[in-house]
């Protein structure tokens, strides 16, 4: 199912799905994949192929999935996606966010002004989209995942790192903002695992010895639903 197919759909409430952005692949595309056995998931990434392919493993394994090709920072593609759910839904069981950009390594002094916006506007920016659009969907009993990442502070991750950590910023005042009919927030810190954010930062590093995605996914969903 696709987006634009939800709205055709009669209106009427079912299950709450699930919604991961950054689902095309690593820990996103892991976690969707965690999700799919006990709820639809909603899958939004910008990469159409790389959707398609995880539906199909999301179908191998008897899931179903709704395919949002959409930049999180579009505001008017997130408006129509978060009012499609509600619309369709009622609203969401869990969002984990996991969608990021990863500029290259540089000193501070040499951060690139394009590198610099886009990466603000997918790590930070994104944040200030998703959130107003998607809290109305979780109620007390949903909850919304993000992810820490400790190579934030590390010498040349200052593109990176400053908007990582502004994400995880933001995170954290919304928890501590939550009342009675607020959705649990959780922020986690995943193991190192081999994906294309982790190869930029670390070229040549042993990929072998480092932790699966689908590993890190199940213990990671264990952890914040417990």
């Not at 996103?28 to 995880?54: D, M, N, W």
Request: hydrophobic residues 45%; contains cysteine; glycine residues 6%.
């Amino acid at each position: 199912m696709t987006v634009a197919e939800i709205d055709r759909k009669p209106r009427r409430m079912t299950t709450h799905p699930v919604l991961v952005t950054g689902a095309s692949r690593g820990l996103g595309a892991a976690l969707a994949l965690a999700l799919a056995p006990e709820h639809h998931v909603i899958c939004v990434a910008r990469t159409v192929g790389a959707l398609e392919e995880l539906d199909d493993r999301i179908q191998a394994k008897g899931g179903s999935a709704t395919l949002a090709p959409m930049d999180v920072t579009n505001r008017d593609a997130m408006a129509q996606l978060c009012r499609s759910i509600h619309d369709r839904w009622g609203g969401l069981a869990l969002w984990a966010h996991t969608a990021v950009h990863a500029p290259p390594l540089t000193p501070a002094e040499h951060i690139d002004a394009k590198d610099w916006d886009k990466t603000m506007a997918t790590n930070l920016a994104a944040m200030g989209i998703l959130i107003p659009y998607v809290a109305p969907l979780l109620g007390p009993e949903a909850t919304a995942i993000f992810f820490d990442d400790p190579s934030a502070d590390e010498k040349f991750h200052g593109c990176y790192g400053a908007t990582k950590r502004g994400q995880i910023a933001l995170a954290r005042a919304w928890a501590q903002e939550g009342t009675v009919a607020s959705p649990r927030i959780r922020i986690l810190t995943p193991k190192p695992m081999p994906t294309a954010l982790r190869a930029r930062f670390h070229p040549g590093e042993d990929r072998a010895a480092l932790s699966a995605p689908d590993t890190e996914a199940a213990r990671l969903l264990a952890e914040a639903l417990a």
